[in-house]
């Protein structure tokens, strides 16, 4: 069974994860997930446990555990398809398609709204 682990302080290592889900049973697999630019702990890692009631048992009792000064949160790990997609185009703080900084044209400026008379005809 795999494991998700969050909340993971920077001094955490995987051999101290793996010496710790060790204390429940046979653990498979441990990954550090580090950013791909700097090589920094990105602050989560999976566990891989053989025995999926061994992995329960951690989880209950690791969940909250304090490790290196930080709360752990440790839950079931979920396949990529089951979690919620991000939309790419729905990115917060979008300005509607108009480049940052840009203004909408307000049709009281000159060369804007209709032309069907007016002020300026």
């Known amino acids: 069974m795999n494991i998700y682990v969050g909340n993971i302080g920077r001094d955490v290592t995987e051999e101290m994860l793996k010496n710790l889900f060790g204390q429940f049973g046979e653990v498979t697999s441990v990954k550090l997930i580090k950013d791909k ?29 304090n490790l290196g000064g930080q709360s752990l949160r440790v839950n079931e790990a979920r396949p990529m398809e089951q979690r919620p997609r991000r939309d790419s185009r729905m990115g917060g703080g979008s300005s509607g398609g108009r480049p940052f900084g840009s203004r909408p044209r307000s049709s009281y400026s000159n060369g804007g709204g209709s032309n069907r008379g007016g002020w300026n005809s």
Do not use: D, P
């Open 37 to 65: 630019f700097t090589g920094a702990a990105r602050g989560f890692a999976f566990v891989e446990m053989a025995s999926a009631t061994e992995a329960q048992q951690a989880i209950e009792q690791l969940n909250g555990h």
